[in-house]
């Protein structure tokens, strides 16, 4: 059973999620605040995590930061805050998604589906190699020169699947569609966000823009 903790400060959402959640079989904990979020996460391991924004005593933006120095546990920003700089901040901060208030509940669980979905089917065995990366499908890892690197799920997606698909060009919309897995009806100037972590993170810009089109990485010669 996968267990998800929901933090959300207004006590009305947070029960409509849980319970919701876990009518689907999802086991669930909750949180009202930030430093609570903070203190449950240190002790317990979570599949993932529901995220508000707004909230007491540390906002969802440092919960995130803080999440994020050490585990890449996937990030379901869950917020009223329906602004393009509060959204592409949320992906900054290595959010997984983000979903704004008012939601759907089972447009919500689509999301979480989504995600576990992806997750369950990087289980098989397989290692990807390119010049100095190797990604380990098996147990999410990665690493460049030998050196383990931590990469939120969704970033670690988009560098599987240029992997993958080494040579081809991809477009925003191709990479929306490989990797979100549904349609997405926010700025797809998230990819650019994403991409743009991605080659901080490896110390290399392997991942090339193709202006105009969208993004590539060259196929390895290897002879």
Request: charged fraction near 30%; glycine fraction near 4%; include cysteine.
């Amino acid at each position: 059973m996968k267990k998800i903790l929901v933090v959300e400060d207004e006590k009305d959402i947070q029960n409509i999620i849980k319970a919701f959640l876990e009518n689907a079989e999802y086991k669930v904990e909750t949180a009202d605040d930030g430093l609570e979020a903070i203190n449950l996460i240190q002790k317990n391991n979570y599949d993932l995590i529901v995220l508000d924004i707004m909230l007491p005593k540390l906002d969802g933006f440092t919960v995130c930061e803080i999440i994020r120095k050490n585990s890449n546990v996937p990030i379901i920003i869950l917020t009223a805050l329906t602004d393009e700089e509060s959204q592409l901040k949320g992906f900054d901060k290595l959010a997984d998604d983000y979903i704004t208030k008012p939601f759907s509940m089972p447009i919500l669980l689509k999301h979480i589906e989504a995600i576990f979905r992806r997750t369950n089917n990087n289980e098989n065995t397989s290692i990807l190699k390119y010049k100095n990366i190797i990604l380990n499908t098996e147990n999410y890892e990665v690493y460049v020169d030998n050196q383990k690197v931590t990469l939120t799920f969704r970033e670690y997606e988009i560098l599987k699947l240029f992997l993958e698909n080494q040579g081809k060009v991809f477009t925003r919309d191709n990479i929306l569609n490989s990797i979100w897995n549904y349609d997405y009806f926010g700025d797809d100037k998230i990819v650019n966000t994403h991409i743009k972590n991605i080659r901080k993170k490896l110390g290399y810009e392997y991942i090339e823009t193709v202006r105009g089109v969208g993004y590539k990485i060259d196929k390895e010669d290897k002879k």
